[in-house]
């Protein structure tokens, strides 16, 4: 699991700030995701990627920015940050269509 | 709009006893259920998945049960041990690309 990597661990922010998270594998998988994680909502998808320059909505992508130029890559922007957007951002990546997904260790963003 | 629900939110059971959680999905068209091990701070992992042309499968103490017609599959973990304790999540496949929904999960408690 050490092949998914997510910076940085925690992120504080001001409303209004751009913020971006990283993610990188090293597997060179070709799926790769954003889920937010909030309380009483489980994990919710923001976008997510089928290959580099290959990306599509997920439920709540408003607010918030992705790109893929290299298949180990998949960072996330939040191009205006809000209170709303704070949460725990995970990364994940899988092999191939509809198999297991893998998980990093998660981003916590406060935004105040 | 699509979306997978869970149930119980949370649950305790007595170390030894069964637990069994459930889920629903909106979609005909998924095919790959997939439930995720969050424990407290870590990433989720995969413990088990079951796919539409089978309707059950186990491994060890857990297994995974899938009705289509109903469109609902649970998850059942026997002799419970306090290490299971954690939130389990379900998940489906949605539409026709390679995405995941999740339910809101189930905080499981084992009470040794």
């Known amino acids: 699991d050490a092949g998914i990597t997510q910076s940085p661990r925690y992120k504080i922010t001001e409303t209004g700030r751009q913020v971006t998270l990283m993610c990188h594998q090293t597997?060179?998988?070709?799926?790769m995701f954003w889920y937010r994680q909030d309380l009483g909502h489980g994990l919710r998808l923001i976008y997510y990627?089928?290959?580099?320059?290959?990306?599509d909505k997920g439920e709540v992508p408003d607010g918030y920015v992705v790109s893929r130029s290299k298949t180990e890559n998949f960072p996330l922007t939040l191009e205006s940050a809000t209170r709303s957007q704070t949460s725990v951002y995970f990364c994940?990546?899988?092999?191939?269509?509809?198999?297991?997904?893998?998980f990093g260790s998660g981003t916590q963003l406060s935004v105040l | 709009g699509e979306n997978v629900e869970q149930h119980p939110s949370t649950l305790s059971v007595q170390e030894g006893d069964s637990a069994v959680i459930k889920c629903t999905y909106s979609?005909?068209?998924?095919?790959?259920f997939p439930w995720y091990k969050q424990e407290l701070g870590k990433r989720p992992q995969l413990i088990i998945d079951?796919?539409?042309?089978?309707g059950e499968k186990k491994d060890q103490r857990i297994a995974v049960t899938l009705n289509k017609t109903a469109k609902h599959f649970s998850l059942h973990i026997t002799e419970t041990q306090p290490e299971d304790s954690a939130v389990y999540f379900c998940?489906?496949?949605?539409?026709?690309?390679?995405?995941?929904?999740f339910g809101t999960g189930t905080s499981l408690t084992v009470i040794p």
């Open positions: 990627s089928a290959a580099a320059d290959i990306t």
């Open positions: 994940a990546s899988s092999e191939s269509f509809r198999e297991k997904l893998f």
């Open positions: 998940a489906a496949s949605m539409g026709t690309g390679n995405q995941f929904y």
């Open positions: 079951i796919r539409s042309n089978v």
């Open positions: 597997w060179s998988h070709s799926y």
């Open positions: 979609d005909s068209a998924s095919n790959y």
